[in-house]
């Protein structure tokens, strides 16, 4: 189940960036498209797309992005509008943001999460109030 929401995420074939395996980035990353980590990135990294960071992939920056799925290491804080996806492999040491978490067993994760208040339905029907009733012993 976890493997099939990970390709939805970022399809392997379908990153607009890659960073390689023996690549090293030192910067910030921008992009509009989706991003393939399987190097090492030191920086900011921002997209309007996903990132997957593979499983041997070293990140120490700040992460914010529509989805993220976490194979690897990310050293930072992590701010996702949708979905971030946190494999066995993965570890995240820094705060989290997202709208939807899951984090697999055997998954590392240090830090805070904060996720949005799930918005409520203006048409239920409140909870009546109980009353409280006096109870008189009779003899």
């Given amino acids: 189940m976890f493997e099939k929401g990970r390709d939805e995420i970022v399809k392997p074939g379908g990153s607009e960036t890659i960073v390689g395996a023996s690549v090293k980035l030192k910067g910030n990353l921008r992009s509009d498209g989706d991003i393939l980590i399987e190097g090492v990135v030191t920086g900011d ?7 997957r960071v593979g499983e041997n992939a070293n990140v120490i920056a700040n992460v914010k992005a529509e989805n993220v799925a976490v194979s690897g290491s990310v050293q930072g804080n992590v701010e996702v509008k949708d979905r971030l996806e946190i494999s066995s492999t993965g570890r995240v040491l820094g705060d989290i943001s997202a709208n939807v978490l899951s984090i697999a067993p055997g998954a590392v994760f240090t830090g805070k999460c904060m996720m949005p208040e ?9 909870t009546p109030e109980i009353e409280e009733v006096e109870v008189a012993n009779e003899k």
């Avoid at 799930?118 to 409140?126: G, I, L, M």
């Fill in 118 to 126: 799930s918005p409520r339905d203006e048409s239920a029907q409140p």
């Fill in 45 to 51: 990294l921002k997209t309007k797309g996903s990132v």
